[in-house]
Nanobody, 119 residues
Framework: QVQLVESGGDLVQPGGSLRLSCAAS???????????MAWYRQAPGKQREVVAV???????GYANSVKGRFTISRDSAKNTVYLQMNDLKPEDTAVYYC??????????WGQGTQVTVSS
């Protein structure tokens, strides 16, 4: 099993920046089986949507709405994935969730962290 714990959500003004972190913990076999991690978000009244993805064997991918503003990165030594968010807009307001998946088809979700962009 893998546990994902997000942190870094906050209230920020438009144009500001935040960095979200997602720390993975659990048994070493499951941790080492992770080959894809991602950030999703869900705004009130909307469906959950993927924001950014990072894999073991490919480059990162981003939703069109965040390209050029958000950057996903991974520190494998710390089992942590980050989401650097710059030039935040009110429409970025949402609960942000961390997601991890293994090649065998197992997947895990974090509990979410609130990001609010407002003046």
């Amino acid at each position: 099993q893998v546990q994902l714990v997000e942190s870094g959500g906050d209230l920020v003004q438009p144009g500001g920046s935040l960095r979200l972190s997602c720390a993975a913990s659990g048994d070493i076999f499951s941790i080492n089986s992770i080959n894809r991690m991602a950030w999703y978000r869900q705004a009130p009244g909307k469906q959950r949507e993927v924001v950014a993805v990072i894999t073991n064997d490919g480059g990162p991918g981003y939703a069109n709405s965040v390209k050029g503003r958000f950057t996903i990165s991974r520190d494998s030594a710390k089992n942590t994935v980050y989401l650097q968010m710059n030039d935040l807009k009110p429409e970025d307001t949402a609960v942000y969730y961390c997601f991890a998946a293994s090649r065998s088809g197992s997947d895990w979700w974090g509990q979410g962290t609130q990001v609010t962009v407002s003046s």
